[in-house]
């Protein structure tokens, strides 16, 4: 799609975008038909959001100042590839949200990136702010309630250099980021979240191969290599580092954090995300519960704190009475190497229902696959989950897919393709995939 310099109106936007989905062609073989969305299924509860999630470093590019960068082009590296420019999407933004609002989403999730915002200890850039605020008013313009992260995983360089969330007083400069990027951009925010998927270092210990595989030997003499370059003994990445150490410190951060926002806006309603992979044991002695309690640590009792949950469900782990087993023979998997499994998606939901109670949301699932058709099941299983919840009286609030694009997939580069929309890694051309128009077939019809 090309932007003109003119400010479009709504309906200019929505006719635009909904050209870039006709213009795919036929729909899906097998797809629902639009038609039948109208009879099928259930009406969406009211303010049902329906939308897609995305970060700021997988898609924006030339993040720089971020300790992910370093590490990218460092060697040695545990990143197949560097993430350069991404998807351009800091300066094509209007481009994605023009391809959400046309697909009659109501909903985008994105991150703000505080190696933007604070690029360097206490200097804080206003153009970097500046910019983020332009951001949320297209989405306004647009229809989109944006759902915005203050941490999606990467972090300032100088604040690795210094160790990260792995020394105290991290906390209190995750906190003072999160102040000052309310007091600019709170009133154009619509809800907020802390960190994405908090959690996400339990989900590492559950899975022994992180600390245990080639890949993690790699990682760890990366993390070396970058204290070496940069004369900072105790570097620390949030992906990479001491799960122990960082654990506790982010508990706090979020605690702060959340003040911080709340001081700055007090009716924004602020949550967390959680990594929430369905836990199933598996025969006598089997070690599940032990899993649960290391992948959730304190962070069901941190949300329930929180003024929301955002449920973030990609596949189930089983777990026997020596740790986690192989997916069952013969299940259909993802790119990614894990099952392909939407029945987790309705029992992380009741999970996060019956010990979190906080009003709920789904804000990631999706599918790592070259194969849309897949792509197109796994959205129409997962929905049909969040039905059933809502049928059981679960308040599901909303429901947002990874991801809009086609993006850079941390240490897998850009191999794994997760969106709804391809971008041509070298002229940045947005290509819809029958995906998109389906999810938005069921966002138009408002029909889970």
């Known amino acids: 799609m090309t932007i003109t310099s003119n400010q479009p109106t709504r309906r200019q936007i929505v006719a635009g975008a909904a050209g870039l989905v006709a213009a795919v062609g036929a729909p899906l073989s097998g797809a629902t038909p639009a038609g039948a969305l109208a009879t099928a299924g259930r009406t969406a509860p009211k303010g049902f959001l329906w939308g897609t999630a995305i970060s700021a470093h997988q898609s924006e590019g030339g993040n720089t100042a971020s300790d992910s960068w370093l590490l990218e082009t460092n060697r040695p590296t545990a990143f197949v590839g560097p993430s350069g420019d991404a998807c351009d999407s800091y300066h094509r933004y209007e481009e994605d949200l023009d391809i959400a609002a046309g697909l009659e989403l109501n909903c985008y999730r994105f991150g703000i990136e505080w190696a933007r915002i604070e690029p360097a200890e206490g200097m804080f850039s206003e153009a970097a702010l500046d910019h983020y605020a332009r951001v949320l008013e297209a989405c306004r313009a647009r229809g989109l309630m944006p759902m915005v992260t203050y941490n999606h995983f990467t972090v300032p360089l100088w604040f690795a250099m210094r160790g990260g969330f792995e020394v105290a007083d991290g906390a209190d400069l995750f906190a003072r980021f999160c102040g000052r990027a309310t007091e600019r951009l709170g009133h154009l925010i619509g809800m907020a979240t802390t960190f994405n998927e908090a959690n996400i270092l339990g989900l590492r210990k559950v899975i022994p191969r992180f600390a245990s595989d080639a890949a993690a030997e790699n990682a760890r003499a990366m993390i070396a290599a970058a204290a070496a370059r940069t004369n900072s003994p105790q570097f620390s990445s949030m992906l990479f580092g001491d799960p122990d150490k960082i654990d506790q410190v982010m508990l706090d951060a979020h605690a702060k ?119 197109v099941a796994f959205i129409k299983a997962t929905l049909d989950e969040v039905s059933k919840c809502i049928d059981e009286g679960i308040d599901v609030k909303g429901y947002l897919y990874w991801s809009l694009l086609d993006n850079f997939e941390w240490t897998s580069g850009y191999a794994k393709k997760f969106g709804l929309v391809e971008v041509d890694r070298k002229t940045f051309k947005r290509t819809l995939k029958p995906s998109a128009r389906y999810l938005g077939m069921r966002a138009k019809a408002n029909r889970i």
Do not use: C
Not at 294 to 306: E, L
Not at 307 to 334: C, E, H, M, N, W
């Open 257 to 375: 954090g959340y003040a911080a926002i709340k001081a700055a806006r007090p009716d924004l309603p602020v949550g967390v995300t959680l990594s929430m992979q369905e836990i199933q044991g598996v025969g006598e002695g089997n070690l599940a519960a032990q899993a649960e309690q290391t992948m959730y640590g304190g962070w069901i009792d941190a949300a329930r704190q929180s003024d929301f949950i955002g449920v973030q469900t990609y596949s189930r782990l089983r777990i026997g009475a020596k740790g986690l087993l192989p997916p069952t023979p013969g299940a259909p998997l993802t790119d990614m190497g894990y099952e392909n499994y939407p029945p987790a998606v309705g029992h992380t939901i009741r999970y996060a229902a019956k010990h979190i109670g906080k009003p709920l949301y789904l804000t990631e699932t999706g599918i790592g696959t070259t194969d849309d058709a897949a792509r």
